[in-house]
Structures are given as C-alpha cells and as structure tokens.
C-alpha cells in the first residue's frame, strides 16, 4: 500500500509558464516533507523542504505548499525553464526516525 | 569538494555471485542510507545506520547485507539470495541531527546488472 503518491507520471509545461508537481500522502504522522530532482543516471538533489508546522515554504522560483488536512504536498516553479526538466521525487519523514518514504516521481519537461 | 562517492558506476553479477557496492561520504554525517530504484518505481529503503556499527533494516532488506565500520563508509554486499538484483542503487547521508538534519545527500549511483 503506498503511503506517498505522485499520480502524474509526467507534466509538461511551456517555459516561462509555472509548473506544479503534486504529492499525496496517508499517513498524520509524517511531518517533514522534502522535495528532490533526479536527473538520468545521477543520484537526486535536495530542492526544498517544509516542516508540518508550516504551510509555504519559498526557495527563489521554488515553492512547496502543504494543506496538512488534505495530506497533500505540491511543488511550483515559476517562471519554468528547459534545464528543470528532470524527474521530480517527493519524500516524507516522521522527525525522530531515519526512515524516508519516496513517492513514484513526476517526469517534468519544458518545452522551449 | 565534501560529497558522496560511489563505486563502481556500472556493475554485473554473475549467477550465484556476490557483488559489494561501495560509499564514501566526507561529510561528516552521522546517518547513511542504501535505496534501490526500478523503473518507473520510486526509492526503496534496503538499509539504514544511524551511527557506527549500527544498522537497521528497511523495507526490502532481503539478499543484502551491510555494515558499517568507519563513520564515512557503508557498502552494501548484493548476496546470492537477493534474486533480482537489477536495478539503479543509489547511497545517501544525513547529518542526523541539528537544523539541517533532514537532508539526505545523494551519490550518483551504481547501475548493476545480471550477467
């Protein structure tokens, strides 16, 4: 049973426009919420993260807004560009532990 | 340059074989991770160690051993019992605790294959 979704296998979005990625999750208790990007045969790299304590979080185009009530975390980045196209995992943790549960990815591609 | 390093990139198992993936991190975290990625599937978590000479399993530890003797290195042993090992296995550390505890850092990867 998946704890962590990403329903969108893949999103594309002209650049320029904004691009949201999405990510629900189960479980009340998870209360750290990552995102990373994965490029092709690289390992994933930390982008931005909130706590559950908060709702917005903003890193320059990056913004990660999380509705606790609905568990349902989503990533914007706006204006998009061609070299944000990559994979884009979300990753949710309860503080204390070590274990991360990642969801399936979304393939992000900006067109040009 | 303070990163993650694992070796080899590419890897291939030979029947009833086993393999070790190596790690190295210099920096300085307490916490070390192992996940595997098949297609189309997101991380999953093989094994994790909080500290040296400690280590927990995760949810698909089955066919893999590791262990955990130094602070900066946590190979993973891909065993002969762990029948599907093809697959992207991907190392990564935390700082485990403090503001920045969360982050996991991620090496490149080894791709290993059956021959």
């Known amino acids: 049973d998946q704890q962590v979704k990403q329903n969108s296998p893949s999103l594309s979005v002209q650049e320029g426009r904004i691009s949201i990625l999405n990510c629900d999750y189960t479980?009340?208790?998870?209360?750290?919420f990552l995102w990373y990007k994965k490029y092709p045969a690289e390992g994933p790299t930390f982008l931005i993260s909130?706590?559950?304590?908060?709702d917005k979080n903003e890193d320059g185009r990056f913004t990660v807004f999380l509705n606790k009530s609905a568990k349902h975390l989503s990533l914007h980045i706006v204006p998009s560009q061609p070299g944000d196209s990559a994979v884009y995992f979300c990753a949710v943790l309860t503080s204390g532990t070590y274990k991360y549960i990642f969801g399936t990815g979304t393939r992000l591609k900006v067109l040009a | 340059d303070g990163g993650i390093t694992q070796s080899p990139k590419y890897l291939f198992r030979k029947e009833g074989q086993n393999v070790t993936l190596s790690c190295e991190q210099n920096?300085?975290?307490?916490?070390m991770y192992w996940y595997r990625q098949d297609p189309g599937q997101g991380l999953r978590l093989i094994y994790y160690?909080?500290?040296?000479?400690?280590?927990q399993k995760g949810d698909i530890a089955e066919g893999y051993s590791v262990s955990r003797e130094k602070k900066e290195s946590f190979p993973l042993t891909v065993t002969s019992a762990q029948k599907n090992p093809t697959a992207f296995y991907l190392c990564a550390s935390s700082m485990g605790w403090g503001a920045r505890a969360n982050i996991q850092y991620f090496g490149a990867g080894t791709r290993l294959s059956v021959l």
């Open positions: 160690s909080q500290i040296v000479n400690d280590f």
């Open positions: 920096l300085n975290h307490d916490a």
């Open positions: 909130i706590s559950s304590i908060k």
């Open positions: 479980n009340s208790m998870f209360d750290y």
